[in-house]
């Protein structure tokens, strides 16, 4: 199973498993009320409707969430997270509502609510300029097709026969995809389409027509009706007042139209567009330190606890071997992705609230222990059983003999596979963009979509992961320098 079909299968499942667990605490409009702002979940990755730089968030439905907000009262507060994530996040508490290109569908409708419909789109098809023959859906039976992965896109080519549907993570790689020749064409909205063509995309175009009809709404956690209410009174408000049609002229409109026609004459794409790395280099440096953050606060947490697990389990006794046992093979069986999921969206279910960046560390951590542990047993195994014996002959308990003979000659020999284990923390951290941490992936994954610049992105990122990488391995090779045994001639 691959990861995209994995997060997918994981979000869904704490989606629907959740939903009855509502209620527990305060109405979510009375908390939004209490606290002065509505937290508002988006993955921003989808311009011209969201986007995010550097922590600003810009688009159509921006505007329109900070009007929302200010019809309630509030003060929006929006926060970036896959999109994945957002609706799992939605069910237990950690988003007010949900405001990110959803489309109300009968399946979405069953496990969580929606206000009145505020934006129509649908579907089109993006081909290369030479394409011939790929106008309608009908033409699409035995091509394979590029989609964004949980939309409606995917949801509806899926379901037509003949059609081999590819999944990405955002719609720029999918275009980039389909710029290279490895697929036939991609189906997404029609305002995001036109947006990365007219930006980065030139050798496509869009052809045919809108072939589906879908209703964005804003998404709200089921138990909260008041809310609902709520956000429909203000949507009416805003309609009635004329501002929606202002946020919507600014976006979509002919002069919005024509001034980025005009400034995308004005550009040539590049394929590596250093103008962008120079605009975007501080939010490189934030991602890297979040990343190097998440990784060393992990290891350093992880190796006290892996190695008394690995202590646990080379022990005779079976009180403390059987549970370190079950724990590695717990943490090593089942997906770094699920055991982030579960810390951070099921444990507010128990009346555990963990912020993020705790969320991450705290998986993080757990699952690496269980890989340390096992990194430990195996120095401890190879050492000479010879060894503890002649130790205990010396009237060493074996508590001395393990920190005095074994274990020094153990952290000698797992120097380089240690090494290995926070190269794989640092990549690993990029799973926590789940639950809406910006780190270095997460970042190139914003960026990249902003600008429909992937190959000028994407790079610079793994660049940034060799420099992160690069001093574990110095480290490693000075510690083998100085922990050498000494050979005398």
Not at 70 to 79: C, M, Q, Y
Not at 133 to 139: F, L, V
Not at 351 to 370: E, K, Q, R, Y
Request: proline residues 4%.
């Amino acid at each position: 199973m691959n990861l995209n079909r994995l997060r997918r299968t994981a979000a869904l499942l704490l989606l629907f498993l959740l939903c009855p667990l509502q209620g527990f605490a305060q109405s979510a409009l009375q908390r939004i009320r209490q606290s002065g702002e509505l937290r508002i979940g988006t993955d921003a990755t989808y311009p011209p409707l969201e986007s995010a730089e550097g922590g600003q968030f810009t688009g159509f439905e921006i505007d329109l969430g900070k009007a929302v907000a200010r019809e309630l009262g509030v003060k929006a507060n929006f926060i970036n997270a896959s999109f994945d994530g957002i609706f799992p996040a939605l069910q237990n508490g950690s988003f007010d509502i949900v405001l990110s290109s959803v489309t109300i569908t009968p399946e979405r409708s069953a496990a969580m609510l929606f206000s009145d419909p505020y934006y129509d789109s649908g579907q089109i098809i993006a081909v290369r300029n030479e394409t011939q023959g790929i106008s309608t859906p009908d033409d699409l039976k035995g091509k394979k097709i590029g989609v964004q992965i949980n939309t409606t896109a995917q949801y509806d080519l899926e379901k037509r026969e003949g059609v081999q549907v590819t999944r990405y993570n955002t719609i720029d790689l999918a275009l980039t995809d389909l710029r290279n020749g490895r697929i036939d064409a991609v189906v997404c909205d029609v305002p995001v389409l036109k947006y990365m063509i007219r930006q980065s995309f030139r050798e496509l175009k869009t052809v045919g027509y809108r072939f589906t009809d879908e209703k964005f709404g804003i998404a709200i956690a089921r138990g909260n009706e008041d809310l609902q209410q709520a956000i429909n009174t203000a949507l009416k408000k805003i309609k009635e007042t004329g501002e929606y049609n202002q946020i919507h002229e600014q976006w979509f409109g002919e002069a919005a139209e024509r001034t980025a026609e005009e400034q995308a004459s004005k550009t040539q794409p590049r394929v590596f567009d250093t103008s962008i790395i120079k605009r975007t280099w501080p939010i490189f440096l934030r991602g890297v330190w979040l990343t190097a953050q998440l990784a060393f606060l992990s290891l350093i947490l992880g190796l006290p606890i892996g190695l008394l697990l690995a202590l646990a389990r080379v022990q005779s006794s079976k009180l403390l071997k059987a549970p370190a046992a079950f724990y590695v093979e717990v943490m090593r069986g089942t997906p770094l992705l699920v055991q982030i999921l579960f810390i951070y969206f099921v444990l507010p279910y128990f009346h555990i609230f963990l912020p993020a960046f705790t969320s991450g560390v705290i998986a993080l951590t757990l699952n690496s222990a269980a890989y340390i542990s096992e990194i430990f047993r195996a120095g401890i195994l190879s050492i000479d059983a010879g060894q503890m014996e002649a130790a205990r002959a010396l009237g060493m308990s074996h508590a001395q003999a393990m920190r005095r003979i074994i274990l020094p000659q153990t952290f000698r020999r797992v120097v380089p596979p240690l090494t290995n284990e926070g190269i794989a923390l640092l990549k690993d951290s990029s799973l926590v963009s789940v639950i809406g941490l910006t780190e270095l992936a997460r970042s190139g994954q914003e960026l990249a979509s902003r600008y429909a610049a992937p190959l000028t992105i994407w790079p610079v990122v793994a660049i940034l992961y060799l420099l992160l990488t690069f001093p574990l391995t110095r480290i490693a090779e000075y510690l083998e320098r100085r922990w050498r045994p000494v050979t005398r001639s």
